[in-house]
């Protein structure tokens, strides 16, 4: 079993920047693919970033290449997304979720989640 928690939404204008954190426990929490996921009011669960624990090879939609940032640190289980230049369509509650080794874009493939962190930029 992997717990995840996460922390860090808020309320941003547009242009503006948060970081989110997600803390990752549990026996096998070192060995698992961290993704950020995000849904917005009346939408489906939207793949955002991913990235391996070995390695720290990283995956990003297209809507926010360039902008944000996944990254980790093994240390301390935790897995961060740096968000830039943030626009009001980058409103959502976001998620961090955990699967065995490798990153998939496909929120089904993941076997655990965080509780999700709103987040809401204002035009």
């Known amino acids: 079993q992997v717990q995840l928690v996460e922390s860090g939404g808020g309320l941003v204008q547009a242009g503006g920047s948060l970081r989110l954190s997600c803390v990752a426990s549990?026996?096998?929490?070192?060995?698992?693919?961290m993704g950020w996921f995000r849904q917005a009011p009346g939408k489906g669960r939207e793949f955002v970033a991913g990235?391996?624990?070995?390695?720290?090879?990283?995956y990003y939609a297209d809507s926010v290449k360039g902008r944000f940032t996944i990254s980790r640190d093994n240390s301390k289980n935790t897995a961060y997304l740096q968000m830039n230049s943030l626009k009001p369509e980058d409103t959502a509650v976001y998620y961090c979720?955990?699967?065995?080794?490798?990153?998939?874009?496909?929120?089904?493939?993941?076997?655990?989640w965080g509780q999700g962190t709103q987040v809401t930029v204002s035009s």
């Open positions: 979720a955990a699967r065995s080794l490798v990153v998939t874009t496909n929120d089904l493939e993941y076997s655990y």
């Open positions: 549990g026996r096998t929490a070192s060995s698992q693919a």
């Open positions: 990235i391996r624990w070995r390695g720290g090879t990283v």
